[in-house]
């Protein structure tokens, strides 16, 4: 059974920093691509970040949305089975509930489009407010 489990999320003044961790069960991160996703109130879920593996369980692809490129990354730890999106310099506009999403047959052009993705968790909130 595939398990994802996020958490991390909280209330942070603009220009601070979050990590959320989404716990994996069920996957290896050599056959699944990882996705962070977000979905803000009245608006579609978005995809945040991603990372796939580029051979061997040794090299990994990340990549990430335009809006959080220079300020958000991406990391996995195999033997915690856990992957980490670590934010930086937040901006109101970030705020969303956060999910991650868990996909063996994620390609290059569907990393951030959600139908491509098996298996999501329940999401963790993130608030950047004064």
């Known amino acids: 059974e595939v398990q994802l489990v996020e958490s991390g999320g909280g209330l942070v003044q603009p220009g601070g920093s979050l990590t959320l961790s989404c716990v994996t069960s069920?996957?290896?991160?050599?056959?699944?691509?990882i996705g962070w996703f977000r979905q803000a109130p009245g608006k579609k879920r978005e995809g945040v970040s991603s990372?796939?593996?580029?051979?061997?369980?040794?090299?990994?692809?990340?990549e990430y949305a335009e809006s959080v490129k220079g300020r958000f990354v991406i990391s996995n730890e195999n033997a915690k089975n856990t992957v980490t999106l670590q934010m930086n310099n937040l901006k109101p506009e970030d705020t969303a509930v956060y999910y991650c999403?868990?996909?063996?047959?994620?390609?290059?052009?569907?990393?951030?489009?959600?139908?491509?993705?098996?298996?999501w968790g329940r999401g963790t909130q993130v608030t950047v407010s004064l």
């Open positions: 069920g996957v290896t991160f050599e056959d699944y691509t």
């Open positions: 990372i796939a593996s580029a051979g061997g369980g040794t090299y990994y692809r990340r």
């Open positions: 999403a868990a996909g063996r047959d994620v390609t290059i052009a569907t990393e951030s489009w959600a139908p491509a993705y098996d298996y």
